[in-house]
């Protein structure tokens, strides 16, 4: 397999990760530091390397900065950059940083940069913001898929090491529901890089892969524990494809429940903190074991060991089983000091000192053997409550997480090798201790000293703990060095929180699905591909569409909403009523319950009549408006407005249930069983009589505010005589698989009295010249019905009903906003619709804003809508609606503009 | 008066679903009568009712599933009227549409954005319950090992059937 | 994502539910006083610790019920 | 207090920065008296500190923070900063705030990196566009910037926005507030501690007030700690998320609720994102830190709850709209993901008040947006301690509006938040 990085061919092997076909080649030197720009080699062999970070361009969009190359595989072309640098690797000019390092220690940038104001935004911060930031953001948008599944099972085993293997061939064995994931490309963890365990792992694994009860996840990290044992898994599903088939999500997005939780998560091996510890070609001893053994890589020719524990010797050895020279096994438990290293783009001497004596030993590969930390961030994650173990220099599980048990290395469960306690520190010179943030044992000391004490401030101040890595590596040492700083023991300094994810997740992949029209259902209308055809300019209202005017050949939407206006006016419109939310409201006692939700009086109304109603919430603003119609002494048909639909069903349920369980009521959402079609205008009745299979709809029969069921060419429908366009008006609703027929059918008639479509824009526009108000629009959840205009609606002789009481409280009284119109000078000037308005033009209080203007279709004039403090005492008045520069005076006038008598509304 | 008109009924009843393209493992059910019924009940069209909580039961051709305490919805051959009853009965047969998601990848493909346990064990057979599907709600019955009835609001069809084909792209469709 | 312990429904994701708020709010009558109706619009418990709550299973049986949880945890307390 | 500046930065940098001291004292328990005590070492109760001394010269004031200063919201938080509220009283209140992030590094000595990069919030439909309308239009007549951007504008102004038609929610406009902006959360709350504790106040650390003492009278008489007990007779609750807890003590009951709220960061990379850009209707609120990290913000749980965690589902629901919004961004990679506990007020606004208890002051209530307050806010709450009345400013912001219903609902009026 070939591959570039930074331009250059290489070959790889297949399986190699990134990191092991570089060291392969020779190649040591893989990135910057994120703040000295230092250069730098792997550190580790897998998810927790923090040194290491590239960028895999798999072209145009595709292109991902700041994967870790010990995690990456290499597939066959594949195009590899380093980041962070300028213009290469070899020589950054962002290393100048490192010069300066004496003057940038940690917080540096609180201290100054502070002179002249405003100079920080401008002068310093684009600086200083160049300087970091890692590798490159995308700059296309993402061309690949990412898919989520739910999943549950009775134990989900987390990591495939030896441990997870057992744990998860036990419970297959026992007939469970089992999901084991790990986060490298094979299954094995630990036993990959050892040999003789090969026969065994093959073995466990074919009977597992062969039992079709579990289910085998690799590349697959288990980034997050949640509440209730849900876990999230993400598993990256092609991204190690040459040329992976489109239909393949590049990952997934997995939400495990699981009965059990089996975290079998291993452990993460310490760096030690000596001076000059971050050169390329120093890294963790089980890291060169991993390239040596595992990869064939060898990552140096000549090695010296350097070790806190008993692990050294092994990895001492099967590096020099593998051919590695191994120049000397440093022991630091027999009194060795590391002084320093050498080496520019990679290590070529490391000196130590035993008891004053000092040597300088040649090598290309130093292996830091500092013991092990058990990976308890998912039990951390899962409110476990770990404690400090000494020996092995770590916290390990303590306190029982109900449901999950954790086993093998990441419970502390490790041989007596790898026991090593906190590895002494040598701060002098620059030891590092988290790599990527460039924080040294120097910048943690000198934190303490500027009175950052508790741990959570050091790693605020510092940035320790918190790059790419999430301190995997390095937390343990930096507790140890406050500790030490602060004389006090690691358990009473403690751990920072442990976040998900466990490693960084693909934003695609939380995403999952959600794109475009995924991203929230579109809903549409049955007539909706009518009005496409129609040339319908569409508007978003919650999750629907509507079609907000038809524009003809050259109009703009203006002259298109004159047109449509004038012509409900003067013959008749038709418009789809769909969007608003219906509820059949049904029992022996719903009237009563309609009395208790609306401030309407609604026992007297007569089956087959209908009445504006109007609906507060217990705040005593209100919520929602429609018209209700009684179709029944025990049957109520009641409109909502289109985004209220939902809320208003959800609010009623409540009361049904825990407020008044005594009613024999119930709710159905009808919302979507009818299809509905507004016709409005002087021949609304001529249009639809032919349709109304010989109902009578004549004025005397039905009259304004009536209802009646009956049949539309044969089909089932209830006929509203209903207007919100202050025109003869009816409302037709049909069963909504027939609403495109019924649209068609109506749309002849329409056209053969002269008449067409609607949009919302025009509905707005004849509502406004009546003085409708728009529930959001004139209102906003701090009006009362008397505010705008309403206080007629409630039903006086009611003991009760929701909101009531709030319109007596103290703060309702005194001066309020109330709904009026306003007249420009100019009948051609239309106002802005939120301009605020104050008594003159030197005054700045406001004493309230345009709710609605429009360019008054069919009254001769512009028009708006408003509410005004105390606006039914000024009418008549002359207020000043004030515009950038400018103000324009108006005249407060009644709302209504159209036909105040409402004679039209009777015809 | 013009000619008298063609009735409706003549004319295509038209779903939101009509025009779009299918999608392996799942068909349309076709038009049925729906009926929302509430209240305290114990038949429909001399059917009992099924008190089991989130369970159906079959009566030939007529399926009632068990929604909520004191609610049902009834799924039956679409030319069968509506019966009244005690309590509240609502026709909502152009309400909802149905999917059936058939095959051995149907729970796979439903747990692409629906959080229930759809193994035999935890959703057996006759099994029905609401529930949701990425951003919509739907109710789901199992009316076999492999075959699933799923209702959705009408408004909602579309979405739910394109994220089940973009969860089903993977398995070889588009 | 929490398992919600719906009594009729059994154990369910929480994405199926809709939250109630502090259970046992008396609603008073219109007479109420400015401060006793104040208190129940808006005075809440808002404890750390056990908190009895309503739920409604809105996308499954469609019941409201309480649950008392302890707040700190998170965990419902039988 | 050792001046910050360059010219000592660089000094130390040659002697290998032993001369830096500690930024704040820190006594290691309380003293006896105080004549004021702050229940809460966040952003909000640091600044009342620093205000009580600075301006009204009452030194002898502890900070009381359960566990490090800057832990609560103050140190979760979004850091987005913006004065364009709709309701005068709002307007006023946070833009008073506004005017002291201007030269507050300079007044600490502290550079808390305030950088008014601008915050667009985006609208999506005709309804948001009326809204959006309706801010401008009020801000503009109360002398508080913002304007209203083109589709084209906002894109030019934040050009890896998508606005376009493959968006589910296209972008029809944008409300831009240049002023607005963000600056560094932890440095504001150890600007406030540091520049305090030199005139005198004493910041106590992992110490939780457990109790508040009253004398027969009723009023304040000083406050149980863990570290003892403290007299005093003035006692400001600034507890974020653990307002009610305290007030309990006192038997104050208050219109809150406490809800998790998460954030999010991803890995950093270079410049990408100039500005913050919020949307309220699909809830996405994104801005790039100094560091190169996208810092973004989630939604609420929808249960009360304590525990500084939240749903897997908010924040996937919050990544579906940043995707959205920037499909570009899909590649780039969560890398730690928290919760705060944030105190919802009914009305989704503050409460800055004096309570029915002598002596006992409350600041609370700021929810989801209050970081950008903390210097207003502690200047007006430090006034009406020492005052024993609320300043002109922090007056509407009062108990007592929940009992009459006089609210300055924000929430209702326009649905916006942080
Ligand atoms: C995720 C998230 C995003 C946000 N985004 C924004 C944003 O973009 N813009 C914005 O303006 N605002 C935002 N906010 C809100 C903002 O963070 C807060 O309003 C603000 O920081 C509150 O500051 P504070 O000082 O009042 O509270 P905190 O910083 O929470 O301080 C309260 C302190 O009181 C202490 N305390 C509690 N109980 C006791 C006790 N018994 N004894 C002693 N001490 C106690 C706590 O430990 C805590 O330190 C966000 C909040 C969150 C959680
Ligand atoms: N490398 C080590 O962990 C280590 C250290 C000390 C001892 N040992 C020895 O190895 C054995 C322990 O083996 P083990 O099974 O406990 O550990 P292991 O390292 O063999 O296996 C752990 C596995 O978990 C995976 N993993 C970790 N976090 C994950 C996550 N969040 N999501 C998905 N996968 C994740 C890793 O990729 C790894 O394959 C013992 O015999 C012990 O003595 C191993
Ligand atoms: C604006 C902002 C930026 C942050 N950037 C980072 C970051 O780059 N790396 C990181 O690990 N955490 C970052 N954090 C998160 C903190 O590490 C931490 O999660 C947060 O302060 C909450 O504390 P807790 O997780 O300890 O509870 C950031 C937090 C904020 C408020
Ligand atoms: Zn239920």
């Keep these: 397999m070939k591959f570039t990085f930074d331009g250059r061919p290489y070959e790889a092997r297949r399986g190699d990760t990134l990191a092991a076909a570089l060291i392969r080649n020779g190649v040591h030197l893989m990135g910057r530091s994120f703040k000295y720009h230092r250069p730098r080699g792997v550190l580790a062999a897998g998810a927790e390397e923090p040194n290491a970070l590239v960028e895999i361009d798999r072209g145009g969009a595709r292109r991902t900065p700041n994967l870790r190359a010990t995690v990456v595989e290499v597939f066959d072309g594949m195009v590899a950059r380093s980041q962070n640098r300028t213009p290469s690797l070899r020589f950054d000019v962002g290393a100048v940083n490192d010069l300066l390092a004496p003057f940038l220690p940690p917080g540096f940038y609180y201290k100054t940069f502070m002179w002249p104001i405003g100079a920080w935004a401008k002068l310093y911060e684009p600086l200083i913001r160049r300087a970091a930031g890692l590798g490159r953001a995308p700059d296309l948008p993402d061309t690949d898929r990412y898919t989520q599944r739910f999943a549950h099972c009775d134990v989900l085993v987390i990591g495939a090491g030896p441990a997870g293997l057992a744990a998860a061939a036990e419970a297959a064995a026992a007939g469970m529901r089992v999901m084991l994931c790990d986060e490298q490309a094979e299954f094995g963890g630990s036993l990959l890089s050892d040999p003789a365990a090969a026969a065994g792992l093959h073995e466990t694994l074919a009977a597992l892969f062969a039992n079709p009860r579990a289910t085998m996840l690799c590349r697959t990290t288990a980034f997050g524990i949640y509440g209730d044992n849900l876990v999230g898994l ?12 489109p239909a393949l999500p590049r990952e997934r ?61 092994d990895v001492a050895r099967d590096l020099a089983a593998s051919g590695v020279r191994i120049a000397r096994v440093i022991d630091l438990r027999e009194g060795f000091r590391v002084t320093g290293t050498s080496g520019r783009l990679r290590v070529s001497f490391i000196g130590i000192e035993r008891g004053g004596a000092r040597e300088k030993i040649p090598c290309d590969l130093v292996a830091m053997c500092g013991g092990w930390t058990p990976s308890i961030h998912l039990y951390s994650q899962a409110r476990g409550k770990p404690r400090f173990d000494a020996a092995l220099g770590a916290f390990v599980p303590d306190t029982e997480v109900s449901n999950l048990i954790c086993v093998g290395a990441c419970a502390g469960d490790m041989p007596g090798a790898y026991r090593a306690g906190i590895a002494p520190v040598s701060s002098e010179g620059r030891a590092f201790v988290d790599f990527q943030n460039d924080v040294t044992a120097k910048d943690l000391e000198l934190a303490t000293r500027e009175g950052f004490r508790s741990i959570e401030h050091v790693k605020r101040y510092t940035t320790t703990g918190m790059a790419t890595d999430q301190g995997k590596t390095s937390n343990i040492n930096a507790l140890g060095i406050v500790a030490g700083a602060l004389g006090a023991t690691i358990p009473e300094i403690g751990l920072t929180t442990f976040r998900t994810p466990y490693t960084p997740v693909t934003f695609g992949t939380l995403a999952g699905h959600s794109r475009g029209d995924l991203f929230d259902p579109v809903r549409t209308t049955p007539m909706h591909q009518l009005a496409v055809a129609a040339g319908a300019v569409f508007e978003d209202v919650g999750t629907w569409k509507r079609a907000r005017y038809f524009p003809r050949a050259a109009e703009d939407m203006h002259m298109a909403v004159a047109r449509e206006c004038r012509m409900v006016r003067d013959s008749v419109g038709m418009f789809d009523a769909t969007t608003l939310g219906e509820i059949e409201v049904v029992g022996a006692d719903a009237a009563e319950f309609m009395n208790r939700v609306y401030i309407n009086a609604w026992t007297r109304l007569a089956p087959g009549r209908c009445r504006y109603g109007v609906m507060l919430g217990e705040n005593g603003f209100v919520m929602d408006d429609g018209v209700v119609g009684r179709l029944a002494p025990d049957r109520f048909h009641v409109t909502t407005t289109t985004g209220g639909a939902a809320r208003v069903l959800a609010a009623m349920e409540d009361y049904r249930q825990t407020e008044w369980p ?28 032919p349709l109304v299979d010989g109902l009578d709809i004549s004025a005397a029969v039905m009259p304004h505010m009536s209802v009646v069921e009956g049949t539309f060419l044969g089909i089932e429908m209830r006929l509203f005589r209903v207007s919100f366009s202050g025109e003869m008006g009816f409302e037709v609703n049909v069963p909504a698989d027939y609403g495109h027929a019924a649209w068609e059918a109506i ?25 409708f108000i728009i529930v959001g629009q004139e209102t906003d959840g701090t009006a009362t019905p008397d505010d705008v205009g309403l206080a007629w609606a409630i039903g006086k002789a009611k003991p009760d009903f929701i909101g009531k009481r709030s319109l007596t409280r103290s703060g309702m009284s005194g001066p309020r906003r109330q709904l009026v119109g306003l007249r420009t000078d100019d009948p051609a000037t239309v106002l802005e619709e939120g301009a605020q308005i104050t008594a003159t033009t030197d005054d700045n209080r406001p004493l309230g804003h345009v709710t609605s203007a429009y360019g008054g279709a069919t009254v001769g004039h512009s028009i708006a809508l408003a509410m005004i403090e105390s606006g039914r005492d000024r009418l008549g008045a002359t207020l000043q609606v004030r515009m950038p520069g400018r103000a324009i005076a108006v005249r407060v006038t009644a709302p209504v503009f159209y036909d105040p008598e409402g004679a039209r509304l009777d015809a | 008066m013009p000619d008298a008109l063609p009735p409706l009924a003549a004319l295509a009843r038209r779903g939101p679903l009509d025009r779009a393209s299918p999608v392996p493992g799942v068909t349309l059910a076709p038009p049925m009568r729906r009926v929302a019924l509430h209240g305290d009940m114990s038949f429909y069209a001399g059917i009992p009712l099924p008190r089991t909580p989130l369970r159906a ?30 309590g509240s009965v609502v026709d909502v047969s152009h309400r909802q549409v149905g999917l059936h998601i058939e095959g051995y990848r149907a729970e796979t493909l439903l747990n692409a954005a629906c959080p229930l346990d759809l193994d035999l064990d935890a959703f057996p057979v006759g099994a029905c319950t609401r529930t949701v599907f990425g951003k919509a709600q739907i109710t789901l019955w199992r009316r076999d090992a492999a075959l699933f009835h799923l209702e959705v609001a009408r408004s909602f069809a579309g979405y739910v059937h394109a994220l089940l084909r973009e969860a089903a792209l993977e398995f070889g469709a588009g | 994502m929490k398992l919600i312990p719906c009594p009729i429904c059994g154990e369910r994701a929480e994405i199926e539910f809709a939250y109630g708020g502090q259970a046992g709010l008396v609603r008073p009558p219109p007479t109420a006083t400015e401060a006793a109706w104040g208190a129940y619009l808006y005075s809440r418990e808002n404890p750390k610790g056990a908190l009895r709550e309503r739920w409604r299973h809105i996308h499954g049986c469609g019941r409201f019920f309480n649950l008392t949880r302890d707040t700190v945890t998170d965990k419902f307390i039988p | 207090m050792d001046r910050f500046s360059l010219a000592r930065l660089l000094r130390q940098g040659f002697s290998g920065h032993s001369g830096w001291g500690a930024q704040w004292r820190a006594p290691e328990a309380p003293l006896a008296a105080y004549d004021v005590v702050i229940v809460g070492g966040g952003g909000h109760g640091l600044a009342t500190a620093y205000y009580l001394a600075r301006e009204h010269n009452i030194r002898r004031v502890a900070v009381i923070e359960r566990g490090w200063i800057g832990g609560g919201n103050t140190g979760r938080n979004t850091t987005i900063i913006r004065s364009n509220y709709l309701m005068p009283e709002s307007a006023g209140l946070y833009d008073h705030s506004m005017k002291l992030w201007r030269t507050l590094s300079r007044e600490l000595n502290y550079n808390v990196m305030y950088s008014p990069r601008g915050v667009m919030m985006l609208a999506h439909n005709v309804h948001d566009v009326q809204v959006s309308m309706r801010h401008i239009h009020a801000n503009r007549l109360a002398g508080v910037d913002n304007e209203w951007l083109t589709p084209a504008q906002a894109k030019a102004f934040c050009p890896p926005l998508n606005i376009g038609g493959d968006l589910r929610y296209p972008v029809l406009g944008a409300a831009l507030q240049r002023r607005g902006g963000t600056a560094r959360h932890d440095a504001v709350a150890w600007g406030f501690a540091r520049a305090a504790s030199a005139l005198g106040v004493d910041i106590i650390q992992n110490c939780a007030v457990t109790g508040l003492a009253r004398d027969a009278a009723g009023a304040i008489s000083g406050v149980e700690t863990t570290r003892g007990n403290i007299a005093t007779r003035k006692v400001g609750v600034v507890a974020a998320g653990h307002t009610s807890v305290v007030m309990g003590m006192a038997g104050v009951r208050l219109p809150l609720e406490s809800y998790p709220l998460q954030a999010l960061v991803s890995e950093p990379v270079k410049p990408a994102f100039p500005c913050v850009v919020m949307s309220n209707t699909i809830h996405a609120y994104i801005s790039q830190s100094d560091k190169g990290e996208m810092v973004i913000g989630a939604g609420t749980d929808a249960y009360v709850s304590y525990s500084q965690t939240g749903g897997l589902h908010i924040a996937t629901q919050t990544l579906d709209a940043i995707c959205e919004l920037v499909p570009q961004f899909r590649r780039l990679r969560m890398l730690r993901n928290w919760g705060g506990i944030v105190d919802l007020s009914p009305d989704r606004s503050p409460i800055l008040s004096k309570t029915d208890v002598p002596g006992l002051y409350v600041n609370c209530g700021w929810g989801t947006g209050g970081f950008k307050a903390t210097p207003g806010s502690g200047n007006l709450f430090a006034h009406t301690v020492a005052h ?15 009992d009459t219903g006089r609210l300055i609902d924000e929430a209702a009026a326009a649905a916006v938040a942080h």
Aim: glycine fraction near 8%.
């Design chain 1, 234 to 245: 993400a598993e990256r599903v092609t991204d190690h494809l040459p040329d992976p088939d």
């Design chain 1, 253 to 313: 997005l997995w939400q495990v429940r699981a009965k059990r939780i089996v975290v079998a998560a291993g452990a993460i091996e310490r760096p030690l903190v000596f001076p000059g510890n971050d050169r390329p070609g120093i890294m963790l001893g089980d890291a060169a074991r991993i390239f040596a053994t595992r990869y064939g890589a060898n990552p140096g020719r000549n090695a010296v060991v350097v070790t806190a524990c008993d692990t050294g010797a």
């Design chain 1, 662 to 689: 005594e009613l024999r009521v119930w709710l159905t959402s009808v919302s979507e069983q009818w299809a509905v079609i507004a016709v409005q205008g002087p021949r609304a009745r001529e249009a639809l009589l």
């Design chain 1, 747 to 771: 749309s002849a008639r329409v056209g053969a009295c002269q008449g067409g479509l609607y949009g919302t824009e025009a509905m707005h526009v004849l509502r406004a010249e009546k003085g």
């Design chain 2, 57 to 86: 039961a079959l009566s030939d051709e007529t399926a009632i599933l068990w929604l909520g305490p004191e609610e049902w919805l009834v799924l039956a051959p679409a030319c069968d009227n509506v019966v009244p009853g005690n």
């Design chain 4, 388 to 402: 024993d009345e609320p300043h002109p400013i922090n007056a509407p912001f009062s108990l007592a509006r929940f």
